[in-house]
């Protein structure tokens, strides 16, 4: 997320690990990104690697422990941030890693220190998704079996992940979607799955087949291996949200004694058609938080947002709006210049809180236009705020597209999703204040729209926006903020650029 379009973002998934009575540590790590010439599936081209490795390293953490993380960037000519997907930051906000909002881009040959106590444990898993698949593939047909010499088990950066396993027992297992674009359908052959954890918070223990996973968000399911030990077994990914041009990715639940190399005896299981969006909103709506363990929303909002996801054009480019408005970042990243009253560094208007009545989520908007603006939404610290996503129709007829939405800084509780167009008078009595699930990323699926509440009490500025990768840099977020003179001491690194750059760094 930079106003810099050569920038990238790195995004560590930070998933749920049960704490540990151990003293908290400070860990001390030195990255260097690079490029590198890898084939992560099968096929050699350029990634960005972390101190010579793809994936990166494996980082291990428990909740109060300190990161320390100094990072060089080593890219020829692109800036970098990394942002610590699901950590608060509380205190602080300027190591949330988002460009020309928390703090100034990583250009070549710089070093940025990321600093901050985790707040909920982590374990980024030190490997990638298998993207090469043992499929043989047509344009209308999988075959089976499959011929072994279509990816070698001997390439080592690109042979399946393997699950090793014994009989009879039970385990754990973090899921955590990294795409940038699609969403995906989990499945392990022959296995039922038990949800018990989503986005770091509890949920009520749900038996299901598959997982529908999107963009940003994560899990842990309970796995029992009581199926026949004599062969081992697919665990699949699928997409789903939009028509796909690849094969599953694969890995291979290895059942001892079998050797993980002997390919399973059934197909992988099959996925749910990937425009079924009631399987979807099925799946969405049996996902319940634990709430002998998760903090109870409030039960009323001082304030309400509802925020209209559309596609429009712009100077004859393709650019996605809320309210009618696409985001456009500043020169100078907002929380340094709302720290130090810097008032010119962005637009001064709020983007608008509601879209006009009239407005027919099911047709291509009768006005395509839309405008640009780097305002941003200001909270009460420790308000309670409903935000309430509505999705419509594309630029394109009978066509709406699903959204993961992503808030920084927060958590924050799924009230209930709908069809059509949201009705205040109607729909706020229907909202989930017993039990629902407490994340950080949602789903806004096509034609609907999703209610969420969360307390604004962590001081700092925070996006939130699409998980799809492409849509955010179209413009599909906002900027909260809240707070933000209680922030303290802003380390000089991150205002090295803009109008806070002239402000405190002399040269």
Not at 145 to 154: I, K, L, R, S
């Amino acid at each position: 997320m930079s106003s810099n379009p050569s920038s990238f973002i790195f995004c560590f998934c930070l998933v749920f690990l049960l704490q540990s009575a151990c003293a908290s540590k400070a860990r001390h790590l030195k990255w260097e990104l690079g490029y590198l010439d890898w084939a992560p599936d099968c096929v050699q081209s350029f990634v960005i690697g972390i101190n010579g490795q793809y994936p990166g390293p494996t980082v291990r953490a428990k909740a109060g422990d300190t990161l320390v993380v100094e990072v060089t960037n080593k890219l020829p000519t692109e800036g970098v941030v990394i942002h610590w997907h699901g950590i608060r930051q509380l205190g602080t906000p300027w190591a949330d890693g988002t460009a020309a909002i928390s703090q100034c881009a990583i250009n070549p040959e710089e070093t940025f220190v990321y600093r901050f106590v985790v707040d909920k444990s982590l374990l980024i898993q030190g490997r990638g998704q298998f993207n090469c698949s043992l499929a043989r593939y047509s344009q209308t047909t999988w075959t089976y079996p499959w011929p072994e010499t279509m990816c070698a088990f001997n390439n080592t950066q690109c042979t399946p992940h393997v699950l090793r396993v014994q009989p009879n027992k039970t385990y754990r297992l973090r899921i955590a979607s990294v795409t940038s674009l699609a969403s995906l359908n989990f499945a392990i052959g022959g296995h039922k799955m038990v949800l018990v954890e989503a986005d770091g918070n509890y949920l009520e223990p749900t038996t299901v087949d598959k997982i529908d996973i999107y963009s940003g968000e994560s899990y842990s399911v309970l796995i029992r291996t009581d199926q026949s030990p004599s062969t081992n077994y697919w665990v699949s990914i699928n997409v789903r949200g939009r028509k796909p041009s690849t094969p599953p990715g694969l890995a291979i639940l290895n059942y001892y004694p079998n050797p993980h190399t002997k390919l399973p005896a059934i197909p992988p299981p099959p996925s749910p058609a990937w425009n079924d969006t009631s399987y979807s909103i099925s799946f969405a709506r049996k996902i319940l938080g634990k709430s002998s363990l998760n903090p109870r929303p409030p039960l009323a909002a001082q304030r309400r947002i509802i925020l209209l996801n559309t596609q429009n054009k712009m100077n004859g480019y393709t650019k996605w709006s809320i309210n009618n408005v696409s985001l456009s970042l500043p020169v100078t990243p907002y929380l340094g210049s709302i720290k130090f009253g810097l008032s010119n560094a962005f637009d001064s208007v709020a983007p608008p809180e509601n879209f006009p009545a009239d407005y027919d989520i099911m047709q291509p908007p009768q006005n395509p236009n839309t405008t640009t603006s780097t305002g941003i939404f200001r909270f009460e610290l420790n308000s309670t705020v409903d935000v309430i996503l509505q999705n419509a129709n594309t630029l394109t007829s009978n066509n709406s597209e699903l959204h993961p939405w992503h808030l920084h800084g927060h958590d924050f509780w799924v009230l209930g999703y709908g069809d059509g167009k949201f009705d205040e008078k109607r729909d706020v009595k229907g909202f989930n204040l017993r039990n629902p699930p407490l994340r950080n990323t949602v789903t806004l699926f096509p034609y609907g729209w999703t209610a969420l509440r969360f307390v604004a009490d962590n001081p700092g500025v925070w996006p939130f926006h699409c998980h799809i990768e492409p849509h955010l840099h179209m413009g599909m977020g906002v900027i909260f903020a809240e707070g933000v003179e209680l922030v303290g001491r802003i380390p000089l690194s991150a205002l090295g650029c803009g109008l806070t750059r002239k402000l405190l760094i002399h040269e």
